[in-house]
């Protein structure tokens, strides 16, 4: 195998668990666009009885958008990307907490993937091994599939509890 071919398979599987993490067919299950599918406001603002401090599904979409966001700006080295919400790590919900504002956070978390996953992809083999800080740049990119994987789990248990307790 040559360095290219390995170097474009090294990518391709790359591309592929952060597709799969994101939206696509996986062995682990629901992906991060599928627990999001069909939350409606209600159930994405909802936190569970004695739940002050901790986060609901519309933070955690907004969180996750953040991150593929930051990890854009450190892969392409432009700190001109900036996240266009007010707050880092924690994006703050909007004033306007309705089926319009959760749609258009849900818009926002998919294009932040899709610009996300187009950087990624045309990163070469030596950029793919470049430092940015502690990790490389191919670490950040696993690191936010994984990221993606965490919070689908987080929002699928909120889902299970909100409805639990709406029986």
Same mark, same amino acid.
């Given at each position: 195998?040559?360095?290219?071919?390995?170097?474009? &398979? $090294? !990518?391709? /599987?790359?591309?592929?668990?952060?597709?799969?993490?994101?939206? %696509?067919?996986? +062995?682990?299950?629901? =992906?991060?666009?599928?627990?999001?599918?069909?939350?409606?406001?209600?159930?994405?603002?909802?936190?569970?009885?004695?739940?002050?401090?901790?986060?609901?599904?519309?933070?955690?979409?907004?969180?996750?958008?953040?991150?593929?966001?930051?990890? &854009? $700006? !450190?892969? /392409?080295?432009?700190?001109?990307?900036?996240?266009?919400?007010? %707050?880092?790590? +924690?994006?703050?919900? =909007?004033?306007?907490?309705?089926?319009?504002?959760?749609?258009?956070?849900?818009?926002?978390?998919?294009?932040?993937?899709?610009?996300?996953?187009?950087?990624?992809?045309?990163?070469?083999?030596?950029?793919?091994?470049?430092?940015?800080?502690?990790?490389?740049?191919?670490?950040?990119?696993?690191?936010?599939?994984?990221?993606?994987?965490?919070?689908?789990?987080?929002?699928?248990?909120?889902?299970?509890?909100?409805?639990?307790?709406?029986?």
């Amino acid at each position: 195998m040559t360095t290219r071919t390995r170097d474009d &398979r $090294r !990518r391709s /599987l790359l591309l592929d668990l952060f597709d799969r993490a994101f939206r %696509g067919a996986a +062995w682990h299950g629901t =992906p991060l666009w599928g627990a999001l599918r069909g939350v409606r406001v209600k159930e994405a603002l909802w936190r569970p009885p004695h739940g002050r401090g901790r986060h609901c599904i519309w933070e955690l979409a907004l969180h996750a958008a953040y991150w593929k966001c930051a990890v &854009r $700006r !450190r892969l /392409l080295r432009d700190p001109a990307i900036a996240f266009p919400r007010v %707050g880092s790590d +924690w994006p703050q919900l =909007p004033e306007r907490k309705d089926a319009a504002a959760w749609n258009s956070d849900l818009a926002l978390l998919k294009r932040e993937h899709l610009l996300l996953r187009r950087a990624i992809a045309g990163l070469g083999p030596a950029e793919l091994e470049r430092r940015l800080g502690r990790w490389t740049a191919l670490q950040n990119a696993y690191g936010v599939a994984t990221h993606d994987l965490y919070h689908t789990g987080q929002i699928q248990l909120l889902k299970k509890l909100h409805r639990k307790q709406d029986r």
